[in-house]
């Protein structure tokens, strides 16, 4: 059983940064695939980036490519997400979750744990 808990979030002005953090407890963390979805109110849960279990590879949605990255340190349980160049189309709510399934294009089903997310709010 692996518990994943988010920080990270805030209130930031368009063109700002935030860095989000998930550290993962109670599991072998590094032997998961690491995503962030995000989901805003009435709307189905985004994957927005992944990455390996060794940061060998990541993927990124369109909408945040170039903007976000997504990294990880096996070392310490925690998947981070840094969000440079912020909009408020990036309000949402921002899930960290961990996944067996060797995609970098997990489906929600996918994700075997989840943490409770942390709301990110980037105002115009």
Same mark, same amino acid.
């Given at each position: 059983?692996?518990?994943?808990?988010? %920080?990270? +979030?805030?209130?930031?002005?368009?063109?700002?940064?935030? !860095?989000?953090?998930?550290?993962?407890? +109670?599991?072998? /963390?590094?032997?998961?695939?690491?995503?962030?979805? *995000?989901?805003?109110?009435?709307?189905?849960?985004?994957?927005i980036?992944?990455?390996?279990?060794? %940061?060998? %590879? #990541?993927?990124? #949605?369109?909408?945040? !490519?170039?903007? /976000?990255?997504? %990294? *990880?340190?096996?070392?310490?349980?925690?998947? &981070?997400?840094?969000? @440079? @160049? &912020? @909009?408020p189309?990036? #309000?949402?709510? $921002?899930?960290?979750?961990?996944?067996? /399934?060797?995609? &970098?294009?997990?489906?929600?089903?996918?994700?075997? $744990?989840?943490?409770?997310?942390? &709301?990110?709010?980037?105002?115009?």
């Amino acid at each position: 059983q692996v518990q994943l808990v988010e %920080s990270g +979030g805030g209130l930031v002005q368009a063109g700002g940064s935030l !860095k989000l953090s998930c550290a993962a407890s +109670g599991g072998t /963390f590094s032997q998961y695939y690491m995503a962030w979805f *995000r989901q805003i109110p009435g709307k189905e849960r985004e994957l927005i980036a992944t990455i390996t279990r060794k %940061s060998t %590879s #990541t993927y990124y #949605t369109d909408s945040v !490519k170039d903007r /976000f990255t997504i %990294s *990880r340190d096996n070392a310490k349980n925690t998947v &981070l997400l840094q969000m @440079n @160049n &912020l @909009n408020p189309e990036d #309000t949402a709510v $921002y899930y960290c979750g961990a996944s067996s /399934f060797f995609t &970098l294009q997990p489906e929600v089903q996918d994700v075997h $744990y989840w943490g409770k997310g942390t &709301l990110v709010t980037v105002s115009a």
